[in-house]
């Protein structure tokens, strides 16, 4: 055994045992518990790789119209929901200008009552006429007259009937520059910067708000070209891969995260030989957090390290998945200190089954660690270990 590893076993066990010995006769009863062995067991070995994260929308949101800002109540870093003003133009012109159209649109209708009333005058005529003809009360010049105002007034109406399109047409353009002059929000998201202030003129196309969207993450690895093969689909099913994201540990959150693998883009660095692997993540809202109105807890931009498979062996130490409890300090495990609860710190590389792969100084093949009756036990505690379930904690690891 390393020397570092022995004294951090000797300290913790000396811990323990000075623990049992103050609690003695009067102290707490003792926790009953399972236990199951830390095995070394041959795994697959996983390699490191890193990345970072990336959103998967993110816009920068620009104004249609020219215009000066009147209102822009956006501040940076604001929970901003889909169809939520962002900012307002004013809009004092284009409101002129639909009513200048709504104007024009009515004038065109008008028109089109006048020359349907003058289309059923000349139907009327006509009617007559021909009626009057088929009793020799009227000449073929009348009738032919008859007939030459019927068809002008059914192409004036065609024309007047153009005109209303052609308005129509005039007014939803002015309609939609004007609804134009208030910019919303195109999806929920955050605020990440303003790109113009109040007062500010903005041409057309000139940013006012980035955005991004924090629902769903990107987890961008680059992988080296020996391994990217096996992140391929096989058989219509993608292989997964673990995550660390570094920046949860500080905030007492699991930061491993097992996910499929959503993409290998098929180009390499032509320097590194790195493949892009594209792994999506949903950004759920951690259960009971006090700031979930913004999502969840990743970020763009947050570092994020993935372990993917080689397909070569290692020994390495295991421990059932259900040893395994996290504090602010991070993962560790309880364990059989001669008879009362000792604490071991690991590091989770990754999962195997139902066992986890980890690292620590003061586990060592064949000690014993508690799998159940963990959740409220302290160091020290006593120890009364009670038979496992049939096929529980020993169950076997699978790759």
């Known amino acids: 055994m390393p020397r570092g590893a022995r004294l951090g076993l000797t300290v913790l066990l000396a811990v323990s045992c000075f623990a049992a010995t103050t609690y003695g006769q009067d102290g707490p009863p003792p926790a009953k518990v399972r236990l199951d062995d830390v095995r070394l067991e041959t795994v697959e070995r996983w390699r490191e790789v890193t990345g970072e994260l990336r959103a998967v929308r993110r816009s920068i949101v620009a104004a249609e119209e020219p215009g000066q800002i009147v209102e822009i109540p956006v501040e940076a870093g604001d929970r901003i929901r889909s169809g939520q003003v962002i900012a307002r133009l004013d809009d004092a012109l284009a409101r002129l200008e639909v009513e200048r159209a709504t104007a024009l649109m009515q004038t065109r209708e008008a028109i ?45 109406l065609l024309q007047a009937r153009a005109d209303v399109a052609w308005a129509g047409a005039d007014l ?69 891969v673990v995550l660390r994201v570094p920046a949860l540990r500080a905030s007492g959150i699991d930061e491993t995260i097992r996910a499929t693998v959503s993409s290998v883009i098929p180009a390499a660095d032509p320097l590194s030989r790195l493949f892009p692997v594209r792994v999506r993540l949903e950004n759920k809202p951690v259960v009971g957090s006090a700031d979930a109105s913004n999502g969840g807890p990743l970020r763009p931009g947050m570092t994020v390290v993935g372990l993917i498979p080689t397909g070569e062996t290692t020994q390495a130490l295991t421990v059932h998945k259900d040893a395994i409890l996290r504090n602010e300090t991070g993962p560790f495990v309880y364990f ?27 586990l060592q093949p064949g000690m014993k660690v508690v799998i159940e009756g963990n959740e409220r036990m302290f160091p020290g505690q006593p120890l009364l270990v009670i038979d496992a379930p049939p096929g529980g904690g020993a169950a076997a690891a699978r790759p």
């Open 112 to 156: 089109v009552a006048e020359r349907i009333a003058t289309l059923e005058k000349s139907q009327r005529d006509l009617a007559r006429i021909e009626d009057s003809f088929a009793r020799a009360g009227a000449a073929q010049i009348e009738i032919d007259e008859a007939r030459t105002n019927k068809a002008n007034a059914e192409a004036r």
């Open 336 to 362: 059989d200190g001669g008879g009362v609860a000792a604490i071991a710190p690991v590091r989770i590389d990754f999962a195997v089954g139902q066992r986890v792969v980890v690292q620590s100084p003061a």
């Open 172 to 240: 939803r353009s002015a309609a939609k520059r004007f609804e134009d002059m208030t910019i919303e929000a195109p999806f929920d998201g955050v605020a990440v910067s303003r790109r113009t202030e109040l007062g500010q003129w903005v041409r057309e196309g000139d940013a006012v708000i980035e955005l991004v969207a924090l629902d769903a993450l990107d987890a961008w690895l680059d992988v080296p070209e020996a391994f990217a093969a096996r992140l391929f689909p096989k058989e219509g099913h993608s292989p997964e």
